[in-house]
């Protein structure tokens, strides 16, 4: 419940995030479309609008996950939030590159006052990479999240203020077109790491391996049952856990409910990221040392047998 409750502020927090990027890109756009023809301004201002996409995807992602109907297939709706990184990662990457070569033949210096669009988007960044800095604890879903602008864009962005600056100062329209190109290549760097990730992500490749060794540390230590092996599977910023354990052989279907139902919540109460939590019991060894037939045991807990079964 509690874990619910937390991603259900953090798709509030999304919302908030969408809508402060969607406005910041648009603004942009207007910029460029009624003021001034800046490739700065425009490269700058479609980052910030597919940024907004992807926090729109994020909330949609978290609605999902703290609804009241959520069941199995639900779950695969978590990965839109891979297929949407990759379609925005694609944009981004074909608008760069065709505005490279207006770029390189580019004469004429963006004035100096339109710095203070990009001392805004360095604010905002900024601002957005205390959350992630916030909520990072909370696992995956704001650091992973596929266009977070973290602290590194709010530096590079007062950088690029201060370098417009400087090329009006100097009267060097070089210095804002390396810059434009600089930020060109930053962009398709990011995009093209999105892209990859993404795609291992739908492929369960890319699972994160050191969550393994996470689970089986909790489950031995708080439970003292031996893990056999563990299963993740993605699904989005979210992982989904299958998890064999060995039990006594000789074990009754109460004390195995009881005790699955402890690792269970031990789990998803220490790992943020984990959504889903399979846990299959295996007996220690092949003999069966109870002196109880199997039907006797479902005879003496039918409640329980049915549960299980």
């Known amino acids: 419940v509690k874990k619910i409750v937390r991603f259900y502020r953090m798709a509030n927090l999304f919302k908030i995030l969408f809508i402060s990027s969607l406005t910041y890109g648009l603004l942009g756009m207007l910029l460029y479309s009624l003021v001034v023809k800046s490739n700065l ?10 940024d907004s996409i992807t926090y729109l995807t994020l909330f949609i992602v978290l609605r999902v ?77 704001l650091i992973k999240s596929t266009a977070v602008k973290t602290s590194l864009d709010a530096l590079i962005e007062f950088v690029n203020s201060i370098a417009l600056i400087l090329s009006n100062i100097l009267q060097l ?18 995009s093209v790491n999105v892209i990859k990730e993404s795609i291992f992500n739908l492929l369960d490749i890319n699972y994160p391996r050191h969550l393994k060794y996470r689970i089986i540390n909790i489950v031995e230590k708080n439970t003292n049952v031996s893990v056999k092996k563990v299963l993740l599977r993605n699904l989005g910023s979210f992982v989904e856990v299958e998890l064999w ?3 006594p052989s000789n074990a009754t279907l109460r004390t195995t409910q009881v005790l699955i139902s402890s690792i269970t919540r031990e789990v998803l109460i220490k790992i943020p990221e984990v959504i889903k939590v399979l846990v299959v019991a295996i007996p220690d060894k092949a003999g069966v040392t109870s002196k109880e037939s199997i039907l006797q045991i479902l005879n003496t807990q039918p409640s329980v047998a049915k549960l299980n079964t």
Do not use: H, M, Q
Request: net charge positive; aromatic share 12%; charged share 15%.
């Open 41 to 50: 301004i425009l490269i700058d201002s479609i980052l910030w609008i597919l």
């Open 65 to 141: 996950v703290t609804s009241k109907t959520l069941n199995g297939r639900r779950y695969e709706l978590l990965r839109v939030e891979d297929i949407s990184s990759i379609f925005i990662a694609v944009i981004t990457i074909s608008v760069v590159i065709y505005l490279i070569p207006s770029t390189l033949v580019n004469t004429e210096i963006t004035s100096s006052e339109f710095s203070l669009y990009l001392i805004g988007s360095g604010i905002l960044s900024y601002i957005f990479s205390k959350y992630v800095l916030r909520y990072g604890k909370y696992g995956k879903v």
């Open 173 to 190: 329209v070089v210095i804002e077109n390396l810059l434009v190109l600089a930020i060109s290549v930053y962009a398709v760097k990011c």
């Open 245 to 247: 354990v060995k039990l």
